[in-house]
């Protein structure tokens, strides 16, 4: 990448020493960081070039090194700040456009990466053409499977349901989910992100119409969903990600079978259909070592109105994938019936990888979380009546191309309470909690063309 076009660039410098600076002040930090450069220590090069930053002298020369010798260092995030920095001193140098554009694709910045590919000109642009759009730039597929684990609760209807009134109340068995995903890359900076997903889950299910009473050990429910969103990303790291969800469902209700005598009663059972909505705008911007989350987004969810916001920080220590962490806080305002409710959803993730082989996630979220979104609403917990309380997920990804696909295969632990939902809605104080957890087992692949 222009090697040896940079060394002399910086030996001319190193020996000029013309600066309108202080000449002896200003030749101490350029003379000392190119000796360093050719010596390739960068850990003192790192710390002579902030020295020299801090006491305001700044040339592109010291950019370069400092840039480069984070670069070495694979702090790829602070490599591409100094980078940009070079570039703003002396715009269209091919040697900090190949370096920066490096740097970029390495943080996991591919968007930016490829904006500033567009920058390219002469022997560059032949070596690394404009990026041009692709129909399949990225295709996904995961399938997940969940059991609740309910053994402890009994199927006796009236030790599980005992003597409620007219109202409905679920407890999942399990459900399966398949998923699959396609990434449009309309241009540099412009993408299009698309999502089906078919659910199918079983239910312990209790319902009272005000007339018969009826507990239904396999009640169905099935999902068909469709997920857009269109992103938007900017060189300086800005990404704007408004989103939609389309929820369609269907689901099992009892009714009386003739010749019933009444009580609890196996009845036949028909679907109801229901329409859900999601939609909402994810913003993100990276800042050095940081990325910065917000997110706002309106869902109509179990004839419930709701309004769900994020706030997160990202932190990348090492300036690279191998190790980050992050904090989230969520808040759900969230109106029923008239009846409106404020939640706050804390959350925290970790991931790191082992000899850039294998990468390692762990997510931990508590709190409330009824009609829940996450992935910029692109993963919805809408179960009626079950509220999931503590969520743990662990995934383990495999990279399987240069290019960036991977197989990942996790796990996911919830903690959840049933509750009895009333058909009228003054009957509050009846609520049969039922304690439970699920578990989750998922995998999947997501290929990059």
């Known amino acids: 990448m222009y090697r040896v076009i940079t060394t002399i660039w910086l030996s001319l410098l190193a020996l000029s020493g013309i600066n309108a600076q202080d000449p002896v002040d200003f030749n101490t930090f350029n003379t000392e960081t190119y000796s360093l450069y050719q010596q390739q220590k960068w850990d003192s090069l790192i710390d002579m070039g902030r020295e020299a930053l801090k006491q305001d002298y700044d040339f592109y020369y010291l950019r370069m090194r400092l840039s480069i010798a984070l670069y070495n260092q694979k702090n790829f995030r602070k490599a591409g700040v100094h980078f940009t920095k070079a570039l703003a001193m002396n715009q269209g ?13 390495l943080a996991g910045q591919g968007d930016q990466a490829n904006l500033v590919r567009e920058q390219f000109k002469g022997d560059l642009a032949l070596k690394l053409p ?3 759009g692709k129909f399949f730039d990225r295709l996904g597929a995961e399938y997940l499977y969940n059991r609740g684990m309910i053994d402890h609760i009994s199927t006796n209807p009236e030790e599980t349901f005992p003597g409620l009134p007219s109202g409905v109340q679920y407890i999942t068995h399990h459900f399966s989910n398949v998923s699959l995903s ?11 992100h698309h999502a089906y997903t078919f659910m199918t889950k079983t239910n312990l299910q209790y319902y009272n119409d005000g007339n018969m009473q009826y507990f239904v050990d396999n009640q169905n429910v099935t999902q068909h969903q469709y997920y857009l969103s ?4 900017t060189q300086s790291g800005f990404k704007i990600m408004p989103m939609f969800h389309r929820i369609n469902g269907k689901y099992q209700i009892p009714v009386e079978t003739s010749g019933s005598g009444g009580g609890y009663s196996r009845a036949y059972l028909y679907y109801v259909e229901y329409i859900d909505y999601v939609a909402g705008l994810g913003l993100s911007h990276s800042l050095g070592s940081f990325n910065l989350t917000l997110g706002a987004w309106y869902a109509t969810l179990n004839d419930s109105e709701q309004v769900q916001n994020r706030l997160g920080l990202t932190w990348y220590p090492k300036g690279n994938l191998n190790f980050y962490a992050s904090a989230y806080m969520n808040s759900q305002y969230e109106i029923t019936e008239g009846e409106a409710v404020l939640r706050w959803i804390p959350e925290m993730h970790i991931g790191f990888s082992i000899s850039e082989k294998l990468w390692f996630d762990l997510n931990g979220t508590m709190g409330e979380m009824t009609n829940y979104l996450e992935n910029n609403g692109q993963i919805v917990y809408n179960s009626f009546s079950e509220t999931i309380q503590q969520k743990i997920k662990f995934t383990i990804s495999i990279p399987v191309s240069e290019k960036g696909s991977l197989l990942y295969l996790g796990g996911r632990w919830t903690s959840n309470i049933s509750e009895f939902y009333p058909l009228v809605y003054d009957l509050t104080g009846t609520t049969n909690t039922k304690s439970y957890n699920t578990l989750s087992f ?3 692949i997501s290929w990059k063309f």
């Not at 140098?93 to 694709?105: F, G, K, M, T």
């Not at 396609?182 to 299009?192: D, E, H, K, V, Y």
């Not at 269109?230 to 990303?233: G, L, Q, V």
Request: charged letters at 15%; aromatic letters at 20%; a positive charge.
């Open 93 to 105: 140098d091919p040697v900090a456009l190949e370096y920066l554009y490096y740097s970029r694709l």
């Open 230 to 233: 269109p992103r938007f990303t």
């Open 130 to 132: 404009p990026f041009k």
């Open 182 to 192: 396609l990434t449009n890359s309309i241009a540099p900076g412009f993408s299009l």
């Open 442 to 444: 998922y995998g999947g």
